[in-house]
């Protein structure tokens, strides 16, 4: 399985970014796929999920009301929409994905390499 991001960047508080992750290989139609982030010092955490069908989402409590992650058409894309972005949400984001519905870290089974997101004053 891999997984490849993009639409990182450097942004101004307040502004949105679209991030992309295009998956391939062997994926089952049962997978979940997700983003977490990693800021500097600290532990990797979890940010929002969503079923292979895109029925079910969950997001971090963070994130909730700015964030929305959804499959494209083709099922192997997934996004992450960020609206009204905050210093704090400054991290290396990361696509995930897992045959199981899980918001821990150590528990997901495949990480594409991150996309740098810096969200300045």
């Known amino acids: 399985v891999q997984l490849v991001e993009s639409g990182g960047g450097l942004v101004q508080a307040g502004a949105s970014l679209r991030l992309s992750c295009a998956a391939s290989g062997h994926i089952l139609s049962t997978y979940t796929m997700g983003w977490f982030r990693q800021a500097p010092g600290k532990e990797r955490e979890f940010v929002a999920l969503?079923?292979?069908?895109?029925?079910?989402?969950h997001y971090a409590d963070s994130v909730v009301g700015r964030f929305t992650i959804s499959r494209g058409n083709a099922k192997n894309m997934v996004y992450l929409q960020m609206n009204k972005l905050k210093p704090e949400d400054t991290a290396v984001y990361y696509c995930a994905t897992d045959a199981d519905w899980t918001i821990f870290a150590i528990d997901i089974d495949y990480w594409g390499q991150g996309t740098q997101v810096t969200v300045s004053l």
């Open positions: 969503v079923t292979w069908t895109g029925t079910r989402t």
